[in-house]
């Protein structure tokens, strides 16, 4: 059983690409659940298998504990935790070949707060993979690239599992737009060049520090153009995954949760 997280900012296409891409593996005869940790999720293009909204109703959170929506998403994000050993059960009980995981639009509830390490943890720790989207409407400058690239990377060390990076609604990319995106690994030199003609210089000092530190820190890994709507870069994204599965991909070492015992002890 494969586990496949769908990360990004919100309205970056992923519930969009958890169904197209759901669809095209069962396309494929592979066995494929869905399950949806969005509880605020009003509408979803697909018909989930497993849905947190069956344990956490968003309203009720609010209404109940006199919270606003930002607080309710905050005290969900932590309820989900506690349901994570019953989402386990559901969503292993039909023993799928790939389970894909459709996150909260406040990436930062399941990004960086301890529940969402802890549901990945509880659901299946080990043959876990995180998809980042960046959506492609970010790919306006060299700059918005540098730090989508960058709170990319602050995911990957967050969550510490293998990650595939992609432009996501890639059927919106300009020419210009896949040559920087195509470019950005292969010729930092071309890269900053375009990132030095920005109009604010300090923009293009700011993109060209966040760029090498992703180099420093071996971040900077192919971005994969997908697109939901035409299907681009779905067998890429497919063989990416495959190669992380097949252990072509080393995991950080997950040293657990943090305690503060650590720094002084
Ligand atoms: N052009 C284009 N539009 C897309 C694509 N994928 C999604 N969209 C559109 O982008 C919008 C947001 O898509 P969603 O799939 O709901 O994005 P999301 O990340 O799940 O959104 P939240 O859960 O609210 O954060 C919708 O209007 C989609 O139709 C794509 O590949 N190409
Ligand atoms: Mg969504």
Not at 58 to 64: G, I, L, P
Not at 69 to 91: Q, V
Not at 192 to 220: A, H, Q, V, W, Y
Not at 224 to 244: K, M
Request: proline share 4%; net charge negative; with cysteine.
């Amino acid at each position: 059983m494969f586990y496949v997280y769908f990360v990004g900012t919100a309205g970056s296409g992923k519930s969009t690409l958890v169904d197209v891409f759901s669809r095209w593996l069962r396309d494929r005869d592979q066995d494929v659940t869905v399950v949806n940790l969005d509880p605020g999720a009003k509408w979803l293009p697909y018909g989930p298998d497993v849905d947190v909204r069956d344990y956490i109703s968003f309203e009720k959170v609010m209404t109940e504990l006199t919270l606003g929506p930002n607080g309710a998403f905050i005290a969900c994000a932590d309820m989900i935790a506690s349901f994570a050993e019953r989402l386990k059960e559901e969503t292993e009980k039909d023993n799928p070949t790939y389970v894909l995981v459709d996150t909260p639009g406040q990436m930062e509830l399941f990004a960086f707060r301890e529940a969402g390490r802890a549901i990945i943890s509880t659901l299946c720790s080990e043959r876990t993979a995180v998809v980042y989207l960046i959506d492609a409407s970010l790919m306006r400058k060299p700059s918005s690239l540098a730090s989508s690239l960058l709170l990319s990377a602050s995911v990957r060390f967050s969550l510490l599992k293998p990650q595939v990076c992609i432009l996501s609604k890639s059927d919106l990319l300009t020419k210009k737009d896949r040559e920087i995106a195509s470019r950005w690994f292969e010729h930092i030199e071309y890269i900053s060049s375009i990132i030095g003609k920005e109009e604010n210089p300090l923009l293009g000092d700011f993109s060209r520090s966040i760029m090498l530190t992703l180099t420093e820190l071996e971040s900077l890994t192919n971005i994969i153009p997908v697109s939901s709507i035409t299907g681009e870069g779905l067998d890429e994204l497919f063989a990416e995954l495959q190669r992380i599965f097949a252990g072509g991909e080393e995991e950080f070492v997950d040293v657990g949760p943090f305690r503060i015992d650590d720094i002084w002890y």
